[in-house]
Nanobody, 121 residues
Framework: QVQLVESGGGLVQAGGSLRLSCAAS????????MGWYRQAPGKQRELVAG???????NYADSVKGRFTISRDNAKNTVDLQMNSLKPEDTAVYYC???????????????WGQGTQVTVSS
C-alpha cells in the first residue's frame, strides 16, 4: 500500500523560514505530478505550489518569490521551502501525489496527513 508522510511544520516568527517534506513509500510504479496545498480555518483548501514530472512549477500568487517547491524522483519526495513567512501563511499544509501503483492500470491521488504551520506576528 502507498503512504505519504509529511514533516517540517511548526511555529515560526514572521519573516522566518520552514522547510516541509513529504515522502511517498509503498508499491509505487510511477509518480506524476506533486503539489502542496493549505487550508486555514474558515477557508477552502487552496493550491500553494505544484511540480510536474518534468519539473515545471507553478505557485499561488500569494507565495511567489517566497516559496520554492522541489522534488527528488530517486527518493520519492517533494519539499516546500518557505521563506519570509507571514501570519497569513498560517494553515495546515497537505502534500498531494498523483501516482500509479504496481498491478494497477490507472493513476490516483494520495494525500498526506497534514502538518500545521503557524506564523506569529
Amino acid at each position: 500500500q502507498v503512504q505519504l508522510v509529511e514533516s517540517g511544520g511548526g511555529l515560526v516568527q514572521a519573516g522566518g523560514s520552514l522547510r516541509l517534506s513529504c515522502a511517498a513509500s509503498g508499491s509505487i510504479f510511477s509518480i506524476n505530478a506533486m503539489g502542496w496545498y493549505r487550508q486555514a480555518p474558515g477557508k477552502q483548501r487552496e493550491l500553494v505550489a505544484g511540480i510536474t514530472r518534468g519539473d515545471s512549477t507553478n505557485y499561488a500568487d500569494s507565495v511567489k518569490g517566497r516559496f520554492t517547491i522541489s522534488r527528488d524522483n530517486a527518493k520519492n519526495t517533494v519539499d516546500l521551502q518557505m521563506n519570509s513567512l507571514k501570519p497569513e501563511d498560517t494553515a495546515v499544509y497537505y502534500c498531494k501525489v498523483a501516482l500509479i501503483e504496481y498491478n494497477l492500470r490507472y493513476a490516483r491521488d494520495y494525500w498526506g496527513q497534514g502538518t500545521q504551520v503557524t506564523v506569529s506576528s
